[in-house]
Nanobody, 126 residues
Framework: QVNLVESGGGSVQAGGSLRLSCAAS????????MGWFRRTPEKEREGIAS????????DYTDSVKGRFTISHDKAKNTLYLQMDSLKPEDEALYFC???????????????????WGQGTQVIVSA
């Protein structure tokens, strides 16, 4: 069983930064992927960043490229999302997820992930 707990959400003005953390406990294997997803009342859950724990492969959705950075600290078994130049449209409930890797890059498709955190809210004011 894998347990994921997000933290780091909060309120920030547009142009500001936040760093989200996702502490993992249980068996998160080095061959797995981890990812960040977000959801708003108007939009279904979308994948925004993914990372291969066993290597350096990362992927981002176009809307966050150049602004968000995903990283993983193996010693702490913690996933991070550094979010810079935040925009009001980034406001959402953010989730981390983990699951076995399948194929080349780690997927941004939420169907590929087995384990999910409870989410952390990010509010961006204009």
């Amino acid at each position: 069983q894998v347990n994921l707990v997000e933290s780091g959400g909060g309120s920030v003005q547009a142009g500001g930064s936040l760093r989200l953390s996702c502490a993992a406990s249980g068996l998160v294997h080095v061959s797995w992927c981890m990812g960040w997803f977000r959801r708003t009342p108007e939009k279904e859950r979308e994948g925004i960043a993914s990372l291969y724990i066993g290597g350096t492969l990362t992927d981002y959705t176009d809307s966050v490229k150049g602004r968000f950075t995903i990283s993983h600290d193996k010693a702490k078994n913690t996933l991070y999302l550094q979010m810079d130049s935040l925009k009001p449209e980034d406001e959402a409930l953010y989730f981390c997820a983990a699951g076995p890797k399948s194929g080349g890059k780690c997927s941004l498709n939420d169907g590929r992930y087995n384990y999910w955190g409870q989410g952390t809210q990010v509010i961006v004011s204009a």
